[in-house]
């Protein structure tokens, strides 16, 4: 899978469509990644469910999801849905009692002021089971969950972890069993997004993320690997987004050696590159390098994101 992400703005909109089938075309591209939910909380569009209708979940960012997914199959592209997990202030809105809340009784917020569901919450994971569910039905190929974590950001001292009977990690391997018996379980292929720092982390990193411990419940896990989001001197790099054939190499080869010593096959890993600005002016050499990184290590699978959604980087054949 080589794929580029879409917003589901930009997926609504004939510009964004035609020029992926281009990539499609001149570029190898044989994935797209649509959000279906975003950091809004709304569905890109319409579902089908009766509840998810009820609560008023949907929108017409997309207006006919049927024919933009049967477009894309027609080019033979797999359709990945996108579903943004426990950052989610429509759901916490509707459902205060499923949001975190301060000690002080408030509904807590990140840095920029959005609601986080709380990962123990039964309740939230029925409402993703359902999304993924009535995605599927529509006809997307595979679901993708992201910010499948505890917040990392914001006055996290101030959170009330009162309800929480597991720590951090043990909280996310609960939901990850119920996502691979109610979601995978059910014939719809899985893969989940994760921070590109887990790979080599000795530890959670204080989100409840470790990569041995998501990688049996999912068919694929999705590190951001992205070079401009390691910390400077990481890996001995003082500015490690203008290194990215390095940067991919080393964190994909700590992957490669978490999965290998707990026995999870490696074709796990399908990572997340980048395609956009960030710590250095990304050229269409620096983009290759990464899939050259990528390839080198046997990862044959690898996904673009650009939050522009432009992709002008992306090297043409």
Sequence with gaps: MRGVYLTGWSAGTSRAVARTLDLVAHAGINTVVIDIKDATG????QPQDPELVRIGAGTNRIRDIGALIDTFHQHGVYVIGRVQVFQDPFFATKFPEEAFHTTT???????????WLRPNSTVVWDYIASIARDAYGQGFDEI???YVRFPSDGNLKAIDMSSFSQNRVGTMTDF???VDTEIRGKGIPVSA????????????LGIGQELEAIAP????????????HFWEGSFGFAKPAEHPYEIITRALSDGIAKLTAANIPTTKLRPWLQAFDLGALY???MVQAQVQATTDLGIT???FWDPKNLYSTIPRQ
Excluded: E, H, Q
Aim: glycine share 8%; with cysteine.
């Design 176 to 178: 990850f069993t119920f």
């Design 105 to 115: 009784g408030d509904i807590w917020r990140d840095n920029k002021g959005i609601a």
């Design 144 to 146: 993708n969950i992201d």
């Design 217 to 228: 419940y999912v068919d694929y896990v999705c590190p951001m690997i992205y070079p401009s």
């Design 42 to 45: 709304k569905i890109s569009y």
């Design 283 to 285: 050229t269409p050499a």
């Design 193 to 204: 997004d994760i921070f590109g720092l887990t790979l080599s982390a000795t530890g959670d």
């Design 301 to 303: 699978s690898w996904l």
